[in-house]
């Protein structure tokens, strides 16, 4: 922040007169929906209003899918409520005061079609991602390395929704991370002299006076 409540951007400066909560209207699948943002700056220098993606998805518990050149917007319900079309490097949306009617611009509704598609699409994902039967090993990995046994107790008991074990036999070897992240120091990786003749290299240890 610089003097004056200035912020020094890229290609300048802006000024921030303002922090507060502010409701705006988009429209999807013919739907008029009322959005509401927190900690919204107000820039009254700025041309254009900035959404970020980040804090749509950690505090508002969405998350986006980007291709096809836009980016859809999906709530906590698993359904599509925003569509943004890709312009450069950015994403725009249609936003809309909270009063008044909304104009119909062309193309400003969003491919309904293509929203589904990657409704389903994610939807398919996440139903195959929470049903997946994988060994003891990968779950194993999947709980940031937990003991095998209490991995094994955790299936047999049923305390883990959509937890399936399909074997719970451990591979071959065992789990490299588990062994580095349990060592005090790291292995003498340069040390690749070896000697080879009879008392080419003696240690002796003297203990007491000399």
């Not at 502010?22 to 107000?42: A, C, E, P, Q, W």
């Not at 980016?71 to 698993?78: E, G, M």
Request: proline share 5%; aromatic share 8%.
């Amino acid at each position: 922040m610089g003097k004056d409540g200035e912020t020094v951007a890229k290609e300048g400066k802006f000024t921030i007169t303002g922090i507060g909560r502010v409701n705006k209207r988009v429209v999807f699948d013919g739907r008029t929906i009322t959005l509401s943002f927190k900690d919204v700056m107000h820039t009254p220098d700025l041309s254009h209003n900035l959404i970020s993606i980040g804090k749509l998805e950690t505090e508002g518990g969405c998350y986006s899918v980007f291709g096809g050149g836009r980016v859809t917007f999906i709530n906590r319900d698993q359904r599509p409520f925003l569509q943004g079309q890709c312009v450069g490097t950015m994403y725009e949306v249609n936003i809309y005061p909270t009063t008044g009617s909304i104009p119909l611009k062309p193309n400003a509704l969003p491919d309904l079609p293509a929203a589904q598609a990657t409704y389903s699409s994610v939807k398919a994902f996440a139903m195959c991602s929470h049903n997946c039967p994988s060994t003891i090993d990968t779950w194993h990995r999947r709980l940031s390395h937990a003991g095998y046994g209490v991995v094994e107790r955790m299936s047999k008991w049923n305390l883990v929704d959509g937890m399936s074990v399909t074997t719970y036999k451990q591979g071959p070897g065992s789990c490299e991370d588990c062994i580095m992240g349990k060592q005090t120091c790291r292995p003498f990786d340069d040390n690749e002299d070896r000697e080879e003749h009879v008392l080419d290299c003696i240690e002796r240890q003297v203990l007491g006076k000399q």
